[in-house]
């Protein structure tokens, strides 16, 4: 399609055109440049027939679709400048200005001198041309036609050197330190014993627990009570994995954010204190669970120490949960429970960042640069309206958890945590299950950490050493540096989300008529000072795109809603980003 608009337009110039054809289509991998896209005209045209040059100057207009289905945004307009000498037309000119060059001007040099001279024209006249171009890019730019110019990038990072200082804290001693105690309990099995005797005695997971509240007490102490400890105990009663009532207790410390406006919004972080061994149902062998989970666990205690430090020098208008939970290996008892009382109670969490085997197993084939996040699709509980409506829109990639996740993942690219999320678009590896489901059945949007590759022999397993292979979650196996590395990409993301603006409310795209353009709509959120519009192509796993909008709660875009899924943000003044909104269509 490209070559024949192209020899309909200006046959003179089809060589050179389908060498641009075959070579920017390749580079670019252009998808789906229709005729209307091109545009192709003489701008201007010098000869030199005694020196047998021709200079054309083409204008090329195109709107370009650069890995995308929708043309909208990208234009290009470009002035080649197109130099050939004319063989064919030449030859007669040749002949006829030979005859004129020898009559009247027989020095040799005059050719070259007379290619020099339009050659330098040629320079003249292309940088004349390339500042009208470049007017011309002004123009798109100026304020007012704004939806013309290339949209900035989302991918474009945005830190807050506060928040950088906050997780620069972050220690692998501590974690170590954390991990080591944790251990140090034998066995945390939830079924391992709880009473005063073993608690005295620094065994079972009710030592655990006591000490868990103790650290909670001491860094609570260290920022002059800025931390609320509590716990939330109930009694299981027996089930598989529960052979007769178990009180099973979660302990959680609340940082308070500091804007009355704003302290009913929660970010929470969690990981499991409780372990097993190759047995769920022996509370008295060894199950050190040093990666599964006491690198969560050590997670959200770490979390804790550094932002409860930080509220001395900076403020988090909303607040911060930080939760270790039991009974996860007998079945996820603890974190349905605190989430079925959240709900319940109406807690408005926004974000929940379970870190459940982030201990970066030191072993073959681990890659200490990543950390894995896991994220559902299809939310768990989503209704047949919601249902029918994702399979209309295309939304099965926009649950709150996957806007979560690529929340994380902006959060990877501005600040320096020492690990980079790698998301994976599913809710757990196979086989497996976590606790921040417990949180998506009432709800809320949760995603889950783990190391980039587990190594089976050291989760769930006595220790114990068989033909030569060692079996057991141990200390050692732990990389430390890379619990600490996914602890500051954790306090990175809470730090932000609480220092961040509500998300946008009631965010509508219209829907009423047949349009190329698209208009969304939304209500103010508190906190907010501006608020961008981001996009992507529907077969993009990023935000590709963000478009700044000002403090207006409405926006119309060139840019198809076809073709696209749009997503609204609010911004505060210092720059930190909401959690993004996907619309709801508005007919
Ligand atoms: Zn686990």
Redesign the pocket.
């Known amino acids: 399609m490209l070559v024949l608009v192209l020899i309909l337009v200006v046959s003179d110039f089809l060589v050179i055109l389908i060498v641009l054809d075959l070579v920017f289509a390749d580079y670019f991998q252009f998808h789906r440049i229709y005729g209307d896209d091109l545009e192709v005209r003489t701008a201007l045209r010098a000869g030199d027939d005694r020196a047998f040059i021709d200079l054309v100057f083409v204008d090329i207009k195109v709107r370009l679709a650069f890995r995308t289905v929708h043309h909208d945004f990208l234009h290009v307009q470009v002035t080649l400048l197109y130099l050939v000498s004319s063989r064919g037309k030449g030859q007669v000119a040749n002949q006829e200005n030979s005859r004129f060059l020898s009559a009247s001007r027989p020095d040799k040099l005059s050719v070259p001198l007379r290619m020099a001279l339009t050659a330098a024209l040629a320079l003249f006249l292309c940088s004349a041309l390339c500042l009208t171009q470049e007017s011309l890019a002004q123009e798109r730019l100026a304020p007012g036609n704004t939806a013309e110019a290339a949209p900035a990038l989302a991918s474009n990072p945005h830190a807050d050197p506060r928040i950088a200082e906050v997780i620069r804290q972050v220690s692998p001693d501590r974690i170590r330190e954390t991990i080591e105690k944790l251990v140090s309990f034998n066995n945390r099995s939830t079924i391992s014993a709880q009473d005063e005797d073993a608690i005295k005695a620094g065994r079972g997971i009710g030592a655990a627990r006591e000490w868990i509240k103790s650290e909670f007490d001491r860094y609570s102490k260290d920022c002059g009570g800025c931390l609320e400890v509590k716990i939330d105990t109930f009694t299981e009663q027996p089930a598989d994995r529960i052979p007769k009532p178990t009180e099973i207790t979660n302990i959680y410390a609340v940082l308070k954010g500091s804007d009355p406006k704003q302290a009913d919004r929660i970010v929470l972080v969690t990981g499991?204190y409780d372990s097993r061994n190759s047995d769920t149902l022996n509370g008295t062998d060894p199950a050190p669970g040093a990666n599964?989970?006491g690198s969560?666990t050590a997670v959200s205690l770490e979390c804790s120490r550094v932002l409860s430090q930080a509220v001395k020098k900076t403020k988090f208008p909303a607040t911060i949960i930080f939760l270790t939970v039991a009974g996860?290996?007998q079945g996820l008892n603890g974190s349905r429970h605190f989430a079925q009382m959240a709900k319940q109670q109406g807690w408005k969490i926004e974000a929940v960042l379970n870190n459940?085997?982030v201990g970066g197993n030191l072993g073959p084939g681990q890659d200490s640069g990543r950390v894995r996040v896991f994220s559902e699709g299809v939310p768990v509980i989503a209704s047949d309206a919601e249902l029918k409506r994702i399979r209309m829109l295309g939304g099965e990639s926009d649950s709150s958890s996957r806007e979560l996740a690529r929340y994380i993942a902006d959060i990877g690219r501005s600040y320096d945590a020492g690990v980079k999320p790698l998301l994976i678009f599913r809710l757990d590896r196979f086989l497996r299950g976590?606790d921040h489901s417990s949180f998506n059945q009432q709800g809320f949007a949760a995603v889950r950490f783990t190391e980039f590759r587990e190594d089976f022999n050291h989760q769930h397993q006595t220790p114990r050493t068989e033909n030569g292979v060692e079996y057991g979650d141990l200390l050692k196996f732990v990389d430390f540096d890379y619990v600490a590395h996914v602890a500051r990409l954790n306090a990175a993301t809470l730090a932000a989300l609480a220092t961040a603006p509500a998300a946008p409310s009631n965010v509508k795209i219209v829907t009423k008529g047949l349009d190329n353009d698209s208009t969304l709509h939304w209500e103010p959120s508190v906190g907010a000072a501006d608020y961008e519009v981001i996009w992507r192509s529907t077969n993009a796993p990023d935000w590709e795109y963000v478009q700044p909008v000002g403090n207006a709660m409405r926006a119309t875009l060139h840019v198809s809603k076809d073709n696209v899924i749009f997503a609204v943000r609010a911004v505060d003044a210092a720059g930190h980003r909401s959690l993004p909104v996907v619309p709801e269509p508005e007919r």
């Open positions: 499991h599964d989970d969560g996860e290996e459940d085997i976590g």
